[in-house]
């Protein structure tokens, strides 16, 4: 078993015993003009609250909301998993687009509403840009 599939079976046990847990992504283009999507869990086991990278990937060709839904229900499918309540995003349209933005994908596949949330990790990552950029 490689590690990819060594931490998500892990996570996927871990989730399995929560009656909610919340997904954090953050789309970016690195200063090598790569862009990423990192994929984070939040999630309450036992009597401690968690937060885990599940993935980082790499978006090859665009980073439209339909690319980044795809690669969320994949991921969450190799969990076995599915989003019950909420998902954190940054800004960007699209993440939140009315039409075509992620969110808005995203709740039509789970057949549900869920709880859009705007997240500081955007802050973080623009930081780290421009530290990245003065190394």
């Known amino acids: 078993m490689d590690i990819r599939s060594n931490i ?5 046990e871990d989730l399995a015993g929560c009656d909610f847990f919340s997904i954090c992504l953050d ?3 690195e200063i090598t003009s ?12 036992g009597h401690k609250m968690y937060e885990e990278l599940l993935s980082l990937e790499n978006l090859y060709s665009n980073t439209t909301g339909k690319d980044i839904r795809d690669i969320l229900v994949n991921m969450l499918r ?3 998993r599915y989003i ?3 998902v ?3 800004g960007a349209p699209n993440m939140i687009g009315s039409h075509v933005g992620f969110v808005k994908l995203f709740t039509e596949v789970v057949g549900h509403p869920i709880l859009p949330f705007h997240c500081i990790i955007h802050q ?5 840009k ?3 950029k003065e190394l």
């Not at 998500?8 to 996927?12: D, F, N, V």
């Not at 973080?124 to 780290?128: P, T």
């Open 84 to 86: 019950k309540n909420s």
């Open 78 to 80: 190799e969990c076995n």
């Open 8 to 12: 998500a079976s892990q996570i996927g």
């Open 124 to 128: 973080e990552v623009l930081c780290a």
């Open 88 to 90: 954190t995003t940054d």
């Open 34 to 45: 790569s862009a990423r999507l990192a994929i984070f869990a939040r999630y309450y086991s």
């Open 27 to 29: 789309e970016t283009t």
């Open 130 to 132: 421009v530290v990245l």
